[in-house]
């Protein structure tokens, strides 16, 4: 069977923080002229990455492979205070690319240990969000990423336990880990809910929407992108098969035979080249006329965040 429409998501693809990231890399290129040195992937998307590498950026996982007075641009990610503090040694030119409502969650957490309470992150191990927004304060943080985590974390029930939780994660899972915390805890303290992001948000509502839909759904985004990964397992629970793919070439035929309406999305750093190019994709296994493209409504996302003001000026 090949698909009688294809189905895509909205929003879907780039948020306002991966948005913010590309054009403070292109503009520090503009500025300084290559190199310029990235520590990690600006936005975890092989496509981006060496479209960036090729224009003059190069990425870096440790600050000494930065020379030392060059320029260097931390992803969206976030980064500790020991990197900060590693580039301000090396007098490296430092350019923030942390998305703002990271910085959010990193100041949050620097408020809860000013005040004295235990921290507790929800989110992935290795993820480098995670491990920024961990090395953001100088005290031991525990890190959980399930319901299960949190009622084995070793800590009295009267402990001042206050939480965080990564931006990408499964609204769902998260609702229920804080709640697991808030059985546990008497004094439990977080933010209003949690910190996952309002572009996190927007797409896993959409893709249930989507899901809803169709016989299968693709999502195209980078595999050690966490959101992206999140909306495969939001549709996958909505009863649907779901696949992670990085770009077209990695769509199986097997997938689309028993799929009529096949629904397409995106995570937050993916570039809608790669969408369009699933979607051609499918298009040209179709003999007859052009598989028609329907476009679900959804939220229209006007989200902008400010440039750092060292690179905010125009560039001619
Ligand atoms: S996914 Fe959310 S937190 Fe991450 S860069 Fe985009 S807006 Fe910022």
């Given amino acids: 069977m090949f698909p009688d429409q294809i189905v895509l998501a909205q929003p879907r693809g780039f948020c306002a923080g991966v948005t913010r990231a590309i054009e403070i890399v292109e503009r520090a290129l503009a500025l300084h002229g290559a190199p310029v040195h990235v520590f990690h992937e600006i936005v975890h998307n092989q496509w981006v990455v060496s479209d960036l590498r090729a224009r003059g950026a190069v990425f870096v996982d440790s600050i000494e492979h930065v020379p030392v007075g060059g320029t260097v641009v931390f992803s969206a990610h976030g980064v500790s205070i020991q990197v900060v503090a590693q580039a301000r040694r090396l007098g490296l030119n430092i350019i923030d690319a942390t998305c703002p409502l990271v910085s959010k969650v990193h100041q949050q957490a620097q408020r809860f240990v000013r005040m004295g309470h235990v921290l507790v992150m929800i989110g992935h191990a290795g993820h480098e969000e995670v491990q920024g927004t961990i090395g953001r304060v100088n005290t031991p943080v525990h890190l959980i990423s399930s319901v299960a985590d949190a009622r084995a974390l070793r800590l ?155 690179i905010s000026e125009p560039v001619n």
């Fill in 156 to 310: 009295p029930a009267d402990a001042p336990v206050a939480y965080v939780t990564q931006t990408t994660l499964s609204i769902d899972d998260t609702r229920d880990i804080i709640d697991a915390l808030a059985q546990r805890f008497v004094n439990l303290v977080g933010p209003d809910v949690d910190d996952i992001c309002y572009a996190t948000q927007n797409r896993q509502i959409a893709v249930r929407a989507l899901a809803a839909q169709v016989d299968l759904v693709l999502v195209v985004g980078a595999r050690n992108s966490s959101n992206s990964n999140r909306l495969r397992e939001v549709a996958e629970r909505a009863g649907v098969p779901a696949h992670l793919v990085q770009d077209a070439t990695e769509i199986r035929s097997e997938w689309l035979s028993d799929a009529a309406r096949i629904g397409v999305t995106s995570g937050a750093s993916t570039p809608d080249l790669l969408v369009q190019q699933v979607v051609h994709s499918l298009q040209s296994r179709h003999n007859g006329p052009v598989t028609p493209v329907l476009q679900l409504p959804g939220v229209q996302e006007d989200v902008r965040f400010r440039l750092p003001g060292e």
